[in-house]
């Protein structure tokens, strides 16, 4: 079973930024989270992932609360392509572990 | 740097039949992971394969196989096919012995089973 906890939906007007957060209580101290997104019948792409440090990249920030039971992706400013499934997971790093997908948010950017 | 594909982007086939879908790594990557999303759910991880061996392996029946060549690409294959197989399949490859252990995804291959 997935570890991790999202809702199931999401809107956001272009231009904005778009947090998506994600609850995983029982995280453990080796596993870190990481964020896929999937653009409607492609395959899961992915963006970033973060022990405790918050983490930024160029396609978004991740901020991870100092206790690690919950987190937040952030696309600073989210344009119609962003629209997509976003799955966070929480997995051992350094290592070649399957993933455990849950059902993601579903983010609706809109004009 | 070609990213992760796979072959055919679409298949259809009837119960009982078999099929075989292909998968090539992303340059530099020799672990390969083959994944079944049916619609409205997320991915579901099917086994794993490094070194030409299967490592882990899902919740799937027999039916699913699958083998990796030297050249670390793969083949899944699925035998007597079900109508509850339809869905879009997903490889995954990643870099075993590195720090690059993310995995990245191919584009798919969407099965139909009528």
Known sequence: ?111 | DAGVTQSPTHLIKTRGQQVTLRCSPKSGHDTVSWYQQALGQGPQFIFQYYEEEERQRGNFPDRFSGHQFPNYSSELNVNALLLGDSALYLCASSFERGRGETQYFGPGTRLLVL
């Not at chain 1, 999202?6 to 080796?30: F, K, V, W």
């Not at chain 1, 990481?34 to 973060?50: A, F, K, L, N, V």
């Not at chain 1, 690690?68 to 290592?95: E, G």
Request: aromatic share 10%; charged share 20%; glycine share 6%.
């Open chain 1, 1 to 111: 079973d997935a570890k991790t906890t999202q809702p199931p939906s999401m809107d956001c007007a272009e231009g904005r930024a778009a947090n998506l957060p994600c609850n995983h209580s029982t995280i453990s101290g080796n596993e870190y989270v990481y964020w896929y997104r999937q653009i409607h019948s492609q395959g899961p792409q992915y963006i970033i992932h973060g022990l405790k440090n918050n983490e930024t990249n160029e396609m978004a920030s991740l901020i991870i609360t100092e206790d690690r039971k919950s987190s937040t992706l952030i696309l600073p400013h989210a344009t119609l392509r962003d629209t997509a499934v976003y799955y966070c997971i929480v997995r051992v790093a350094y290592n070649t572990d399957k993933l455990i997908f849950g059902t993601g948010t579903r983010l609706q950017v809109f004009p």
